[in-house]
């Protein structure tokens, strides 16, 4: 249901994209997220795009840094991450919740993550 790509090695101070590609029709209704997990740690949440009004919520550790996206016509959801640091890397996750509200979760679908890789 949902596709993540975008991720890969970069130097710190440096920007990646992730992008989500949603299958369900019209991620307009779904409240979006990103997750991380990084080797040996839980999963934190770093941003939300909720369903209705378009607010945006992010993790203090990625505000001011991390963008988070829609582009309705394509059905993805975006992440762009700006000025990256080491204690960035991390698998990296969408997820979907029809009509959600709730930035922090239930999240009904999940995608298969991309690793990101931050260089000191």
């Known amino acids: 249901q949902l596709q993540a790509s975008g991720g890969g090695l970069v130097q710190a101070g440096g920007s990646l994209r992730l992008s989500c590609a949603a299958s369900?029709?019209?991620?307009?209704?779904?409240?979006t997220g990103w997750f991380r997990q990084a080797p040996g740690k839980e999963r934190e949440f770093v941003a939300a795009?909720?369903?209705?009004?378009?607010?945006?919520y992010y993790a203090d550790s990625v505000k001011g840094r991390f963008t988070i996206s829609r582009d309705n016509a394509k059905n993805t959801v975006y992440l762009q991450m700006n000025s990256l640091k080491p204690e960035d890397t991390a698998r990296y996750y969408c997820?979907?919740?029809?009509?959600?509200?709730?930035?922090?979760?239930?999240?009904?679908?999940w995608g298969q993550g991309t690793q990101v890789t931050v260089s000191s």
């Open positions: 997820a979907a919740h029809l009509f959600g509200s709730n930035a922090y979760g239930p999240y009904d679908y």
């Open positions: 369900v029709r019209m991620i307009s209704n779904y409240g």
């Open positions: 795009l909720i369903w209705h009004g378009g607010s945006t």
